[in-house]
């Protein structure tokens, strides 16, 4: 597998991608992440002129997409019921999506993310079971409780070079 940054000629793929994974969350029974048109093509669109979006290739054909920025998230400021493992420069991991028709991509992806910086959090629904099992497969510990943008909450993880 591949990894590279998403071009605008991707989008569509892209967005088809958002879509499959939302469908796929839903018969898993996350049906409270990513609703009301989240994330809208223009919020794609704006991480792939900033450089921060990524797609996953499999014999040329895109599978798979994510965002991973070196920039602090500012929702992971406050956590609850728990501590950040460190105060370090970190990178986050936001949106990675499969079309559900390759097997590892989420690992694959946060392997890759992990090799590019020694440091990453990340967030998801308390519902969105599957991603939290990824997670804990991958040495990701299990910090306590952030709040998005909308005020909703998420797990937030992370894992270090230790």
Wanted: aromatic share 10%; charged share 20%.
């Amino acid at each position: 597998m591949d990894i590279r940054k998403t071009n605008l000629q991707d989008i569509d793929q892209v967005m088809a991608i958002i879509d499959s994974a939302r469908g796929l969350m839903r018969a898993s029974g996350n049906t409270v992440q990513w609703t009301n048109g989240y994330p809208s093509r223009e919020y794609i669109q704006s991480t792939i002129d900033i450089g921060e979006n990524y797609v996953c290739l499999v014999a040329d054909t895109i599978v798979a997409t994510f965002c991973f920025s070196l920039e602090s998230d500012p929702n992971y400021a406050h956590i609850e019921g728990g501590n950040w493992l460190n105060d370090q420069p970190y990178a986050v991991v936001h949106r990675l999506a499969s079309n559900g028709q390759v097997k590892g991509i989420a690992m694959r992806c946060f392997e890759w993310c992990f090799e590019q910086c020694p440091n990453i959090r990340v967030d998801t629904h308390e519902t969105n079971i599957p991603m939290q099992k990824v997670l804990t497969k991958l040495g990701y510990t299990r910090c306590g409780i952030i709040y998005v943008g909308d005020g909703t909450a998420r797990v937030a993880f992370q894992k270090i070079n230790s």
